[in-house]
């Protein structure tokens, strides 16, 4: 509530508190209302219907009050936060992001697309010297990186004409990313404060990411690098500046090299899929219980003691994977699973690899957003907690639809699909 609002009730609370002492009545059928009731009635009394506009408005105030507090200089404030709009179609995308509302299989397939591969080798050979670069310097292999380019720009052909402070601005105002935005937001005035970003660039994704491998203001800010050398950190329009900026934030995130980022594999009869996603083992481990690699092949003498989860992304009908270390490292770009394993299926793709052997159960009917809500308040109702009712099935709401499962003599493999829905509806 901004100030103005509250100062008429404050007014009116003080009067109630220090009110002078009535005159003396002379009719005796005349009362006086008691003190504790006007201030119930001014208490309870509902607040001024404010506009969205009008609340937004507030909302830009207090943010660039408490900016300028930080010691951000307010004509800062005043040419970008003090001039946002309320973006509606980031508000609408971010309620229908593609790697969390389709099925695995369609993401993957769109991923790994036969356009998608085409060009990435047509890149890949065009720019073979950027990549010798980049792979000397940060050991983070070249079709990682063209699969990064080209699933999040399509090579940088598309990298998003929003106003990155208008989206920013609304997702800080209201909804569920309110802290991401602030956070995006102070990122944005750090960077023109720094002369890393001019003004005029501040244009990306509809989330806030920029450039040709779509970087968040905070990750632009942390992780970008100057690799070419030129004094800008162009993200836009320079392949070294993007590519290279991508290799070094993976590599400071933790990047393994030579470590795989996932493998298909597959489990015995009679699994037990409480192990998946929550239990990390060597590959050693996972082979003592009946784990072996889809392709036919024995792993490797020095991959025995690597590391390893279990998934199963469609459930026991669908694929099996054993993903690593950098699989999670891939998450600090999009923490999605079906985006990190378009990454890896289209990289391998690149390299003329066929990550996925198993078919996909394209016959399961899936999820919708609010087939998703209705099963977390349905499980949550049910004693299975899910963390919460946002309609993105994640590690809390897989653990609770395992535990039904178990506790209903279905295989606990944490998917479900219609007809298992209605079940737990039921």
Aim: charged share 25%; with cysteine; net charge neutral.
């Amino acid at each position: 509530m901004s100030a103005k609002l509250l100062l008429p009730l404050a007014l009116l609370l003080g009067s109630c508190a220090s009110a002078p002492e009535p005159e003396a009545q002379t009719n005796s059928q005349v009362t006086t209302t008691p003190q504790t009731e006007v201030m119930e009635r001014v208490v309870t009394a509902p607040a001024p219907t404010q506009t969205r506009e009008q609340r937004f408005s507030a909302w830009k105030a207090d943010f660039t009050a408490r900016a300028v507090a930080k010691g951000y200089a307010p004509e800062l404030l005043a040419r970008t936060v003090g001039r946002a709009q309320i973006n509606e179609r980031a508000i609408e995308r971010n309620d229908n992001q593609p790697e969390f509302t389709r099925p695995v299989w369609a993401y993957i397939e769109s991923a790994a697309s036969a356009d998608r591969i085409t060009r990435g080798r047509s890149e890949l050979s065009e720019h073979s010297d950027v990549f010798d670069e980049v792979e000397a310097r940060y050991s983070v292999p070249r079709h990682i990186l063209t699969a990064i380019w080209g699933l999040e720009t399509s090579y940088g052909r598309i990298m998003g004409d929003f106003d990155i402070v208008d989206s920013l601005s609304t997702f800080a105002f209201e909804g569920r990313r309110q802290r991401f935005g602030e956070q995006q937001l102070f990122a944005v005035l750090d960077l023109i404060s720094a002369g890393e970003v001019r003004e005029e660039q501040l244009r990306g994704a509809w989330a806030g990411a920029m450039g040709m491998t779509q970087f968040i203001p905070t990750t632009f800010r942390d992780y970008a690098v100057d690799f070419d050398a030129d004094g800008n950190k162009d993200l836009w329009t320079s392949e070294r500046d993007a590519l290279g900026s991508a290799a070094n934030y993976l590599s400071r995130s933790g990047w393994r090299p030579g470590e795989p980022v996932m493998a298909e594999v597959i489990v015995p009869d009679g699994f037990d899929y409480g192990q998946l996603e929550t239990v990390s083992k060597t590959v050693n481990d996972w082979t003592a219980l009946g784990v072996r690699p889809a392709n036919g092949m024995r792993w490797g003498g020095s991959a025995g003691l690597l590391s390893a989860k279990l998934l199963a992304p469609a459930g026991a009908r669908g694929p099996k994977l054993l993903v690593f270390k950098n699989f999670d490292v891939l998450k600090r770009y999009n923490n999605s699973t079906s985006y990190v394993m378009g990454i890896a299926s289209l990289g391998d793709a690149l390299r003329g690899r066929n990550a996925i052997r198993t078919p996909w159960p394209k016959d399961d009917k899936p999820l919708s957003f609010e087939d998703k809500k209705r099963l977390q308040e349905r499980l949550t109702e049910l004693g299975y907690s899910t963390g919460g009712v946002d309609g993105q099935i994640g590690p809390n709401t897989r653990k609770a639809i395992r535990a039904w499962q178990r506790d209903n003599g279905v295989v606990a493999d944490g998917y479900v699909e219609q007809g298992l829905l209605a079940r737990i509806l039921g």
